[in-house]
């Protein structure tokens, strides 16, 4: 039995066609209401007012959890593969377009990738203005937040499905000597365990994929950061759709439907869509790039470490859902080339 989301001709979400297709339980509306300085409560419509809608929607409930199963199944197993190889940033690394990328230079431009996403959001410099309390939503085992904290001095809290990454990161930063300044627990980011208005800056690197419901995990992100403070989200997108276009193309949503598979992803949606659920909740200085051309090299230089006698001892250790991610990584790299799949970055400012 399908359930059918009815969506309002203003939602601030224009790629529907991904969402009937992929996640039929996107929520119908979405409201910021703003009670007293820096409370931001969200407030979404009900789209079970009938029992038959009650138990039409059950499904998806359980279909949600199958996949943050999937997602923390999935961390859990390569988690320590991607460690031994890659180290401890576990994402897209920042490069010269034009530049002959050597191995050695990979570990580099993922700390480039923080860098240049600080720059891009315009985190001061001025060390009076640096974040103090940081969130890192969907932290892998931890090198984002341990990296942020000894870079501003600040408290850094990271949150990730994964149990495994949990206590990797734990131990990654007590061996660090950053055990009192960072921390890490098992929690949902679109459940934060936070209380309103509580960090700095809110950090997600390439989490926001997973989302199977955007409108709520930026709702939590505008949520948890404080009066003045900063969102960065990093992400995997499609690409924007044209003014005359509905949705993807057919062999576009079969692609992303294989990639889906691989790598537990619901939805997909564009940078676009970002900012204008950005733009709902009227947070401030709003802005995205494509950040593609300079994450090129990112998936070739995975394939070519996966196919190294310790890449390939690794994978064939590790387990099928690791494999099944190694198999569609030429997906991805086709994605990018037809310019279906974007790198973008996308940050804005909760008002003060």
């Not at 060390?127 to 939503?137: A, E, G, L, N, Q």
């Not at 759709?241 to 692609?255: R, V």
């Not at 230089?301 to 030429?330: D, E, F, H, N, Y």
């Amino acid at each position: 039995m399908d359930t059918v989301a009815c969506i309002p001709n203003n939602s601030p979400i224009s790629c529907i066609h991904t969402f009937r297709s992929q996640s039929p339980h996107f929520p119908t509306s979405f409201a910021a209401n703003r009670v007293g300085r820096g409370s931001w409560t969200p407030i979404r419509a009900s789209t079970a007012s009938t029992e038959r809608e009650e138990v039409l929607l059950a499904p998806h409930r359980k279909e949600d959890q199958q996949l943050k199963n999937g997602i923390a199944e999935f961390y859990d197993e390569s988690s320590s593969i991607w460690e031994n190889i890659w180290g401890d940033h576990m994402h897209h690394g920042f490069y010269d377009p034009d530049s002959t990328v050597s191995v050695s230079d990979h570990r580099a431009a993922q700390i480039r990738m923080i860098e240049e996403s600080l720059r891009f959001a315009s985190i001061s410099e001025e060390r009076t203005k640096w974040p103090k309390r940081i969130v890192d939503v969907g932290c892998g085992i931890g090198g984002s937040s341990r990296y942020l904290a000894e870079k501003f001095g600040a408290t850094s809290v990271g949150i990730t499905l994964s149990p495994v990454q949990a206590q990797r990161a734990s131990a990654l930063a007590a061996a660090q000597g950053l055990a009192h300044k960072v921390s890490f627990q098992v929690a949902d980011a679109l459940e934060q365990p936070f209380p309103d208005g509580k960090f700095d800056l809110v950090w997600s690197m390439e989490s926001g994929e997973h989302m199977p419901d955007k409108t709520k995990f930026v709702g939590e992100l505008a949520r948890v950061a404080a009066p003045g403070g900063t969102i960065i989200i990093v992400t995997w997108c499609h690409r924007d759709l044209g003014p005359d276009e509905q949705s993807l193309k057919p062999w576009e949503q079969d692609l992303l439907k294989k990639i889906c598979d691989a790598y537990y992803l619901p939805a997909w949606c564009s940078a676009a869509d970002y900012v204008k659920l950005l733009k709902s909740l009227s947070l401030q200085d709003i802005k995205s790039e494509d950040w593609s051309c300079f994450v090129a090299p990112f998936w070739p230089a995975v394939i070519r470490s996966a196919m190294t006698w310790k890449g390939l001892t690794s994978l064939l250790s590790s387990g099928q859902k690791t494999i099944k991610g190694a198999l569609a990584m030429p997906l991805m790299i086709e994605g990018y080339k037809k310019g279906l799949i974007k790198f973008a970055i996308i940050t804005c400012r909760k008002p003060e």
